[in-house]
């Protein structure tokens, strides 16, 4: 069809010769019937056809939104019911529309929305036949698709013609052509030519040739019958039958595209009426049967199949959330325009590394663990079983069953003899593999170990029995007689077991491998999400997304954001001295425990954060108060007081007996849900972002269908404490890193700043970290907590070392963070926490500091904890008078304030307690234990009380046998004569 065909067709709208034609046409329709009885009817069955407004045929299609990378890029094409793009005829091809017009109506040019000619030929048809054959019309199949219903009734034809009619007085003929083309099903869910063109070639329908555009107008008769390609799925795909044109993914489940040969012969008769009706020429008939369509098939991944669906599935659950909060859409108006919306969705996602961390994940075990053909048993997990191979917990309960013991190797349910019991044609069954509930009963779950050593988690549904037909009483089921002789395959006995058919409950095959893992990658700037890990060895879409969706304990991995951060911004400082000695509970009962032995005395706050040391955490939430604590917690997204069913924090209010606010929660991290990868990440963003939490997003912004912005993600911001203080606690970790226990996460050419967390009997493992490009956290655990793991917390370091390494390769090194203004040293003494003095110098264990403060928070006063006492060395005692002078020593102690007194806290004692000043004289030497030397005694007396003057007059004289006694030596009594006149 000519440009100037098309223009004409454009204007040509309502005139006087359309009416005459239309009144003609109702005229022949109505005498067609068999007189006055039957033309009632008709203008009955018109007087009930539905009021239309055919402008908004097209504005009003659903279609398909997709979501896209930063770049532009197709992540995913959201599946919903129908996938459509719409596209204008003009980006159409002239040839696609020729196609349509030549196998589906090929007078649609002149008719005025009924074919007077064709309805004639079908009524002699149908009369010869006495059947009901169509005759319709492009316009009358457009208002069948869009008003009407596909019921084969002479009234819904009758009906479709009148509607056929009113339509083209109002739209021009490429409108109608528009809407039929995008409205049109061409199978594979694909709605519209733009789609079906992405689905069967990967192309837009502007670039498909003459024979591509005569295959899909062929589909238009029979999608099933005549779509180029159909799917199976892996385990049913024969080669020496199917010919393979690519591969699918749908909905998570892996299909081969195969090839229909009933597509092409379809597609020869729309090329030969096209030839026929001299829409195309000889040599464009035969290059379009010379082109080979099985090779030109290329079917469309509607998302990428090397990455996951956890950011799109994310992305998604942020859009809608979105259009609620900020647009104010209901939940199911937003929904709707997430899947039929046409919505244009960029993603914050960064695609490489998107790649590289599904790479990672993909080698899990190799990355922790190496080689594992020699390890017996499940890598990673703390294997603990029974004798019939059940895994166990601490309290010695079954989490997961044996497989062996549980199921047959086609998975049906066995009870052993002494697990069930039939009483007159009833089922008795008392068996701990059964949980009882009220309307159901839970089968136990069980595990079985793959070839790369994982331990395999597999879940188990529940057996439904209709009410009436079983009770419950002193945990024995019994299943009625009733029941069983109506469904006599429900079980089975063989060899004295019960044998209970897979049909009546549902068996997870493939099952889950354990620990599981999940890591998300921000920008803590800007807050965008680049990539994101939920699982490992998971396929599908719309599965447990543990980065975001899974609440876990964090352990000590809380600790910077719950306690050391508000500490510091409330008066803390880097410096500040805690004491690691015995801390007791509400009960007087010992609690904390540290993860080494014993206690170890005084901690700046920086080492307390360095060694995890968990008394010195729970000694500062308490110092600092619970309810600033949470306060802090909600400035960086934890808490959310305004609506507190989206997060995972339980407050008071929530509930009154079990809740986080508390010491163990805020300062352990105990909490009775936990915390998601997504949120715990965001708030160390918020330390790494000059104390401004970002809120984290998936997508940057929404384009509406008609390409205006529908919504600009601009993410929330919250200041939560100065840049000064943010630097300082970064600092802190930084060292938790280089120097501290998390020293399994230090990158080689980059600076890093994070924390380790660990859960009770390691159920949980943590890192979360940043540098100066990226935070990000990585958790490792089961999905059941009550299985732990046989490593702690830096395996999880490891795995983050490893994960940043490869999305920082290629990155300018940098090995110190942005040092804010207003950051100043100072000499300080770690066991006091103040301005160091000469004394703190002589302690011996080198306790003398440059520590960082923010301006103004410099201590002012001197150490005045460490003093110096005379001890006597052989009992570490205060020296007195009579200790001999070799064991007397000056030493340089602490005074603690109080002073530790063992006696009080059972004996226990700090391992600094040897450097705590000594409270006890020695008691060792007394006037008893001195050895009299009057010379000695002298000699002292003399240079030490009297300055050198002259002896008292009581002291005894001095003995010697070799001169006279008079102490001269020279054998008389007469003093010599020294030549001094005056004496």
Same mark, same amino acid.
């Given at each position: 069809?000519?440009?100037?065909?098309?223009?004409?067709?454009?204007?040509?709208?309502?005139?006087?010769?359309?009416?005459?034609?239309?009144?003609?046409?109702?005229?022949?329709?109505?005498?067609?019937?068999?007189?006055?009885?039957?033309?009632?009817?008709?203008?009955?069955?018109?007087?009930?056809?539905?009021?239309?407004?055919?402008?908004?045929?097209?504005?009003?299609?659903?279609?398909?939104?997709?979501?896209?990378?930063?770049?532009?890029?197709?992540?995913?094409?959201?599946?919903?019911?129908?996938?459509?793009?719409?596209?204008?005829?003009?980006?159409?091809?002239?040839?696609?529309?020729?196609?349509?017009?030549?196998?589906?109506?090929?007078?649609?040019?002149?008719?005025?929305?009924?074919?007077?000619?064709?309805?004639?030929?079908?009524?002699?048809?149908?009369?010869?036949?006495?059947?009901?054959?169509?005759?319709?019309?492009?316009?009358?199949?457009?208002?069948?698709?869009?008003?009407?219903?596909?019921?084969?009734?002479?009234?819904?034809?009758?009906?479709?013609?009148?509607?056929?009619?009113?339509?083209?007085?109002?739209?021009?003929?490429?409108?109608?052509?528009?809407?039929?083309?995008?409205?049109?099903?061409?199978?594979?869910?694909?709605?519209?030519?733009?789609?079906?063109?992405?689905?069967?070639?990967?192309?837009?329908?502007?670039?498909?040739?003459?024979?591509?555009?005569?295959?899909?107008?062929?589909?238009?008769?029979?999608?099933?019958?005549?779509?180029?390609?159909?799917?199976?799925?892996?385990?049913?795909?024969?080669?020496?039958?199917?010919?393979?044109?690519?591969?699918?993914?749908?909905?998570?489940?892996?299909?081969?595209?195969?090839?229909?040969?009933?597509?092409?012969?379809?597609?020869?008769?729309?090329?030969?009426?096209?030839?026929?009706?001299?829409?195309?020429?000889?040599?464009?008939?035969?290059?379009?049967?010379?082109?080979?369509?099985?090779?030109?098939?290329?079917?469309?991944?509607?998302?990428?199949?090397?990455?996951?669906?956890?950011?799109?599935?994310?992305?998604?659950?942020?859009?809608?959330?979105?259009?609620?909060?900020?647009?104010?859409?209901?939940?199911?108006?937003?929904?709707?325009?997430?899947?039929?919306?046409?919505?244009?969705?960029?993603?914050?996602?960064?695609?490489?590394?998107?790649?590289?961390?599904?790479?990672?994940?993909?080698?899990?075990?190799?990355?922790?663990?190496?080689?594992?053909?020699?390890?017996?048993?499940?890598?990673?997990?703390?294997?603990?079983?029974?004798?019939?191979?059940?895994?166990?917990?601490?309290?010695?309960?079954?989490?997961?069953?044996?497989?062996?013991?549980?199921?047959?190797?086609?998975?049906?349910?066995?009870?052993?003899?002494?697990?069930?019991?039939?009483?007159?044609?009833?089922?008795?069954?008392?068996?701990?593999?059964?949980?009882?509930?009220?309307?159901?009963?839970?089968?136990?779950?069980?595990?079985?170990?793959?070839?790369?050593?994982?331990?395999?988690?597999?879940?188990?549904?529940?057996?439904?029995?209709?009410?009436?037909?079983?009770?419950?009483?002193?945990?024995?089921?019994?299943?009625?007689?009733?029941?069983?002789?109506?469904?006599?395959?429900?079980?089975?006995?063989?060899?004295?077991?019960?044998?209970?058919?897979?049909?009546?409950?549902?068996?997870?095959?493939?099952?889950?491998?354990?620990?599981?893992?999940?890591?998300?990658?921000?920008?803590?700037?800007?807050?965008?999400?680049?990539?994101?890990?939920?699982?490992?060895?998971?396929?599908?879409?719309?599965?447990?997304?543990?980065?975001?969706?899974?609440?876990?304990?964090?352990?000590?991995?809380?600790?910077?954001?719950?306690?050391?951060?508000?500490?510091?911004?409330?008066?803390?400082?880097?410096?500040?001295?805690?004491?690691?000695?015995?801390?007791?509970?509400?009960?007087?009962?010992?609690?904390?425990?540290?993860?080494?032995?014993?206690?170890?005395?005084?901690?700046?706050?920086?080492?307390?954060?360095?060694?995890?040391?968990?008394?010195?955490?729970?000694?500062?939430?308490?110092?600092?108060?619970?309810?600033?604590?949470?306060?802090?917690?909600?400035?960086?997204?934890?808490?959310?007081?305004?609506?507190?069913?989206?997060?995972?924090?339980?407050?008071?209010?929530?509930?009154?007996?079990?809740?986080?606010?508390?010491?163990?929660?805020? #300062?352990?991290?105990?909490?009775?849900?936990? +915390? $998601?990868?997504?949120?715990? *990440? &965001? =708030?160390?963003?918020?330390?790494?972002? !000059?104390?401004?939490?970002?809120?984290?997003?998936?997508?940057?912004?929404?384009?509406?269908?008609?390409?205006?912005?529908?919504?600009?993600?601009?993410?929330?911001?919250?200041?939560?404490?100065?840049?000064?203080?943010?630097?300082?606690?970064?600092?802190?970790?930084?060292?938790?890193?280089?120097?501290?226990?998390?020293?399994?996460?230090?990158?080689?050419?980059?600076?890093?700043?994070?924390?380790?967390?660990?859960?009770?009997?390691?159920?949980?493992?943590?890192?979360?970290?940043?540098?100066?490009?990226?935070?990000?956290?990585?958790?490792? #655990?089961?999905?059941?907590?009550?299985?732990? +793991? $046989?490593?702690?917390?830096? *395996? &999880? =370091?490891?795995?983050?070392?490893?994960? !940043?390494?490869?999305?920082?390769?290629?990155?300018?090194?940098?090995?110190?963070?942005?040092?804010?203004?207003?950051?100043?040293?100072?000499?300080?003494?770690?066991?006091?926490?103040?301005?160091?003095?000469?004394?703190?110098?002589?302690?011996?264990?080198?306790?003398?500091?440059?520590?960082?403060?923010?301006?103004?928070?410099?201590?002012?006063?001197?150490?005045?904890?460490?003093?110096?006492?005379?001890?006597?060395?052989?009992?570490?005692?205060?020296?007195?008078?009579?200790?001999?002078?070799?064991?007397?020593?000056?030493?340089?102690?602490?005074?603690?304030?109080?002073?530790?007194?063992?006696?009080?806290?059972?004996?226990?004692?700090?391992?600094?307690?040897?450097?705590?000043?000594?409270?006890?004289?020695?008691?060792?030497?007394?006037?008893?234990?001195?050895?009299?030397?009057?010379?000695?005694?002298?000699?002292?007396?003399?240079?030490?009380?009297?300055?050198?003057?002259?002896?008292?007059?009581?002291?005894?004289?001095?003995?010697?046998?070799?001169?006279?006694?008079?102490?001269?030596?020279?054998?008389?009594?007469?003093?010599?004569?020294?030549?001094?006149?005056?004496?």
């Amino acid at each position: 069809m000519s440009t100037e065909n098309r223009k004409k067709r454009k204007q040509n709208r309502f005139t006087l010769g359309k009416a005459i034609k239309i009144l003609l046409v109702m005229i022949i329709i109505a005498g067609i019937m068999a007189g006055g009885a039957v033309g009632a009817a008709v203008v009955s069955i018109l007087d009930e056809a539905p009021e239309i407004d055919p402008t908004t045929i097209v504005t009003s299609l659903a279609e398909t939104s997709s979501i896209y990378d930063p770049d532009g890029n197709l992540i995913e094409k959201i599946q919903a019911e129908e996938l459509r793009t719409v596209v204008g005829i003009k980006e159409m091809p002239q040839h696609l529309i020729d196609a349509f017009i030549a196998i589906e109506d090929h007078r649609f040019e002149e008719h005025p929305g009924v074919d007077i000619e064709g309805i004639a030929g079908a009524l002699l048809d149908n009369l010869r036949s006495g059947g009901l054959r169509g005759a319709s019309t492009i316009t009358q199949q457009l208002v069948k698709n869009v008003y009407l219903s596909n019921e084969v009734k002479l009234t819904r034809k009758i009906t479709e013609a009148y509607l056929a009619l009113k339509v083209e007085t109002i739209l021009s003929k490429d409108q109608i052509l528009e809407a039929y083309l995008n409205r049109n099903y061409f199978g594979q869910n694909a709605y519209g030519v733009q789609e079906a063109s992405r689905t069967y070639f990967s192309k837009n329908v502007q670039d498909l040739t003459l024979a591509e555009s005569a295959l899909l107008a062929g589909i238009v008769k029979s999608t099933t019958q005549f779509q180029p390609y159909y799917r199976v799925k892996p385990s049913d795909f024969n080669p020496e039958i199917h010919y393979e044109v690519g591969q699918l993914d749908v909905l998570g489940e892996p299909y081969i595209a195969v090839f229909n040969e009933e597509s092409v012969n379809r597609q020869r008769v729309v090329l030969d009426r096209m030839l026929e009706q001299q829409k195309i020429s000889e040599s464009q008939y035969n290059a379009a049967i010379a082109q080979d369509i099985k090779s030109s098939l290329n079917p469309e991944e509607k998302k990428p199949q090397d990455i996951t669906s956890y950011f799109a599935d994310l992305v998604k659950t942020q859009v809608v959330e979105a259009l609620v909060d900020k647009l104010g859409y209901t939940r199911e108006q937003a929904e709707s325009e997430l899947f039929t919306g046409g919505l244009s969705i960029y993603a914050t996602i960064d695609m490489e590394m998107q790649k590289q961390l599904e790479d990672i994940y993909s080698n899990f075990v190799e990355i922790l663990v190496g080689n594992t053909e020699g390890i017996r048993g499940p890598v990673l997990v703390d294997w603990r079983i029974n004798s019939a191979g059940n895994v166990l917990d601490e309290k010695n309960k079954i989490v997961y069953y044996n497989k062996d013991t549980l199921m047959t190797e086609d998975n049906n349910l066995i009870l052993e003899e002494s697990e069930y019991q039939i009483e007159d044609g009833s089922l008795k069954i008392n068996t701990n593999k059964i949980n009882i509930y009220p309307t159901h009963f839970d089968i136990a779950d069980f595990y079985t170990i793959d070839d790369n050593k994982n331990l395999v988690a597999h879940s188990v549904g529940s057996i439904v029995v209709p009410e009436g037909q079983f009770n419950v009483e002193d945990g024995v089921i019994t299943i009625e007689k009733s029941y069983l002789d109506s469904n006599p395959e429900f079980y089975q006995t063989q060899e004295g077991r019960a044998i209970i058919s897979n049909r009546y409950f549902f068996v997870q095959d493939e099952g889950i491998v354990q620990p599981q893992s999940a890591t998300v990658i921000l920008d803590y700037r800007t807050g965008h999400i680049k990539a994101i890990i939920g699982g490992r060895d998971v396929d599908g879409t719309r599965i447990l997304n543990r980065a975001t969706d899974s609440a876990r304990q964090p352990g000590s991995a809380i600790k910077p954001v719950a306690v050391y951060l508000p500490a510091l911004d409330t008066g803390m400082t880097a410096a500040t001295s805690i004491d690691d000695i015995p801390f007791y509970d509400g009960n007087g009962t010992l609690w904390p425990k540290n993860w080494y032995n014993g206690y170890r005395g005084l901690h700046t706050l920086r080492r307390s954060v360095e060694q995890s040391v968990n008394v010195n955490s729970v000694k500062t939430v308490q110092n600092i108060g619970v309810p600033t604590s949470v306060a802090y917690l909600e400035k960086m997204g934890i808490v959310d007081s305004e609506k507190p069913e989206m997060d995972n924090f339980v407050t008071s209010v929530e509930n009154r007996v079990t809740n986080d606010e508390n010491l163990s929660a805020l #300062g352990l991290g105990g909490m009775t849900n936990g +915390l $998601s990868p997504l949120e715990l *990440t &965001a =708030a160390y963003g918020a330390i790494a972002n !000059n104390g401004v939490f970002v809120e984290p997003i998936a997508f940057s912004k929404i384009i509406d269908k008609n390409g205006n912005v529908l919504l600009d993600n601009t993410p929330e911001e919250t200041i939560v404490t100065s840049p000064q203080v943010s630097y300082i606690m970064g600092d802190i970790l930084r060292t938790t890193v280089s120097s501290g226990i998390a020293g399994r996460a230090r990158l080689s050419n980059m600076v890093v700043a994070g924390k380790t967390g660990t859960t009770q009997n390691q159920a949980d493992i943590w890192f979360v970290g940043y540098t100066p490009y990226y935070v990000s956290g990585t958790w490792i #655990g089961n999905d059941s907590p009550r299985v732990t +793991l $046989s490593r702690n917390s830096s *395996t &999880a =370091a490891q795995m983050w070392q490893y994960i !940043n390494n490869t999305i920082h390769e290629g990155l300018e090194s940098k090995t110190s963070f942005e040092r804010p203004d207003g950051i100043v040293s100072a000499s300080i003494c770690t066991q006091s926490g103040l301005l160091a003095t000469p004394l703190c110098s002589n302690d011996p264990r080198g306790v003398v500091r440059t520590e960082i403060f923010a301006s103004g928070t410099v201590p002012k006063a001197y150490c005045d904890m460490h003093v110096e006492v005379k001890v006597d060395v052989t009992n570490g005692k205060i020296a007195n008078e009579y200790c001999p002078d070799e064991d007397v020593a000056t030493r340089v102690f602490i005074q603690r304030e109080p002073l530790y007194n063992p006696d009080e806290h059972n004996g226990i004692v700090p391992s600094d307690f040897n450097y705590q000043v000594p409270t006890e004289v020695c008691e060792d030497h007394d006037e008893n234990t001195v050895i009299e030397n009057p010379v000695l005694d002298w000699l002292n007396e003399w240079f030490n009380n009297n300055n050198g003057e002259n002896p008292p007059e009581d002291m005894p004289p001095m003995t010697d046998p070799g001169n006279n006694g008079n102490g001269n030596g020279n054998g008389n009594s007469t003093p010599p004569d020294d030549g001094d006149s005056n004496n």
